[in-house]
């Protein structure tokens, strides 16, 4: 077998996923298509192993190591996304920004706001 036709379907595997990680929203689509990457990823280790006839089998041995890898990535993608699912009822990758501050709270510049007291000023009075 030419290793044309294992790179060819691992190129097509590789780019549907890029695809799928830039213009998908929803967070379980994005995740699948880091999946789909990485299983590319794993048939080029695989098909390179196999036309090179490495003694010691290297590229099986690292696509051992990439699923483990993809295993526990996808367990915290997963708990991760059914966390964010729980507090704001969406998976929207777009509008996730917990990170940001408030847009609907009004700012007080800090001249404008109220001095807080100082303990001692209080055990004073």
Do not use: C, K, W
Request: proline fraction near 4%; hydrophobic fraction near 60%.
């Amino acid at each position: 077998m030419h290793l044309a036709y294992p790179t060819v379907v691992a190129a097509l595997l590789f780019s549907v996923g890029v695809y799928g990680v830039l213009a998908r929203r929803n967070a379980i689509l994005v995740l699948m298509s880091v999946e789909l990457m990485l299983n590319a990823v794993n048939l080029n280790l695989v098909a390179f192993d196999i036309r090179f006839a490495d003694r010691l089998h290297g590229g099986q041995v690292l696509t051992l190591f990439t699923i483990v890898i993809a295993a526990a990535e996808v367990g915290l993608g997963l708990a991760i996304v059914l966390l964010v699912y729980r507090n704001r009822r969406m998976v929207d990758v777009d509008r996730m920004d917990a990170l940001a501050e408030e847009r609907d709270a009004p700012s007080v510049p800090a001249a404008e706001a109220p001095a807080a007291e100082a303990p001692h000023e209080e055990a004073a009075r």
